[in-house]
């Protein structure tokens, strides 16, 4: 999965940096577009030496550190010249330097969190970044804002050796995945599986068990695996607001699917191979 980066080491506890070096990494967005260095072959997440010191050291903002190297957010990127190239932060689930992609990815989704919180949600001041944790407060009415990840379950409904597949209307891949949705207030993750399965096929799913979890920057979110099992004898109610395709395959015949990349594929991937 897109996390799981060893012998990397990947750590996000907040730090307050005083030295910046030259061969810190700097994460620079556009939207949902990332700066990257090209390479002979590939990209590369730039270093501060790269821009031959057009950097204002005083706008970074520490995110997090990869084998012991700082990671810093810059708001607006610094002048570059054509050996950069910016690149869909979507093309990291196929990227193949998976340490580029994981702190790429994880770049954008503090990114969001900083751009999102502008301004103190409870009296409209501008928000300053803390120095001493990961969190934005608010110098007027002392609000703290730390950042909100949103949990959501993902389960993959089998019937003996028939896993059930979909495929979601708003979702740009051209490829099946599994059941997902973000977990409503007032619901364990259990309850909003079957809530989620009833609500998007129309089919009631028994024994679940829980699989492993997954950090998903993409969406700010994190993903909660589930193995369920169901009566393929159900018919399938889809609710075409949100699911374009939906239907059982059998272990040895799967289409195109999720990458392992996600859990969604990893999970798939598990099925396909009877290591459940």
Request: proline share 4%; aromatic share 12%; glycine share 6%.
């Amino acid at each position: 999965m897109i996390n799981e980066i060893s012998p990397s080491i990947f750590n996000n506890a907040y730090k307050s940096i005083k030295e910046i070096s030259d061969f810190d990494y700097l994460l620079c967005y556009n939207e949902n577009r990332i700066l990257l260095k090209k390479t002979d072959n590939s990209y590369r997440i730039p270093e501060i030496k790269d821009f031959d010191g057009n950097i204002q050291k005083n706008n970074l903002i520490y995110l997090f550190s990869l084998n012991s190297t700082n990671c810093f957010l810059i708001e607006d990127c610094p002048p570059h010249d054509d050996s950069f190239a910016y690149n869909e932060v979507f093309n990291f689930r196929t990227f193949p330097e998976k340490e580029v992609s994981w702190i790429g990815a994880m770049g954008y989704q503090m990114m969001v969190w900083y751009s999102n919180h502008k301004f103190c949600g409870k009296c409209g001041a501008l928000i300053e970044i803390k120095n001493d944790e990961r969190a934005l407060f608010c110098v007027r009415c002392n609000s703290i804002i730390y950042p909100k990840i949103p949990p959501a379950v993902i389960v993959a409904i089998t019937c003996k050796d028939k896993l059930l597949l979909s495929k979601g209307r708003n979702f740009k891949g051209d490829f099946y995945a599994l059941i997902a949705g973000y977990v409503d207030i007032g619901e364990s993750l259990e309850e909003a599986v079957a809530r989620e399965v009833k609500e998007e096929i129309g089919i009631e799913v028994r024994n679940l068990k829980y699989y492993k979890s997954q950090p998903w920057p993409f969406s700010g979110s994190l993903m909660v695996g589930y193995f369920a099992e169901a009566d393929d004898t159900q018919p399938l109610k889809i609710n075409r607001a949100e699911i374009a395709e939906a239907g059982w395959f059998q272990r040895g015949k799967l289409p195109k699917h999720a990458s392992t990349i996600s859990i969604a594929g990893d999970m798939i991937e598990a099925f396909e191979k009877g290591t459940l």
